[in-house]
């Protein structure tokens, strides 16, 4: 493809995958327009609406004690490295 040389197979892989391709997608199609004709629109924004609330409550509601905990942990880390480090540069 970068060297343009004619060397290559007349009917290449994926030449041969267009048909098979081709009769996926139309299916898809149809199977999506079918799911979106039978759809009660109205109905999916409520439930879209009070999901999406949920989720993002849920894992703040979960991770927020255990972040304090660690970001209280790695807070004395810093300060404590912090003090060896000066500690040290007055030793030497």
């Given at each position: 493809?970068?060297?343009?040389?004619?060397?290559?197979?007349?009917?290449?892989?994926?030449?041969?995958?267009?048909?098979?391709?081709?009769?996926?997608?139309?299916?898809?199609?149809?199977?999506?327009?079918?799911t979106?004709?039978?759809?009660?629109?109205?109905?999916?924004?409520?439930?879209?609406?009070?999901?999406?609330?949920?989720?993002?409550?849920?894992?703040?509601?979960?991770?927020?004690?255990?972040?304090?905990v660690?970001?209280?942990?790695?807070?004395?880390?810093?300060?404590?490295?912090?003090?060896?480090?000066?500690r040290?540069?007055?030793?030497?």
């Amino acid at each position: 493809m970068l060297t343009q040389a004619k060397n290559a197979p007349i009917r290449l892989v994926f030449q041969a995958q267009a048909l098979p391709a081709a009769i996926a997608a139309i299916v898809l199609a149809v199977m999506i327009a079918l799911t979106a004709s039978a759809t009660d629109w109205g109905a999916v924004a409520k439930r879209i609406a009070t999901g999406t609330r949920r989720a993002g409550t849920a894992p703040l509601q979960l991770v927020h004690p255990p972040v304090r905990v660690v970001s209280v942990l790695l807070l004395m880390a810093v300060i404590g490295g912090i003090f060896l480090a000066k500690r040290e540069g007055r030793d030497a």
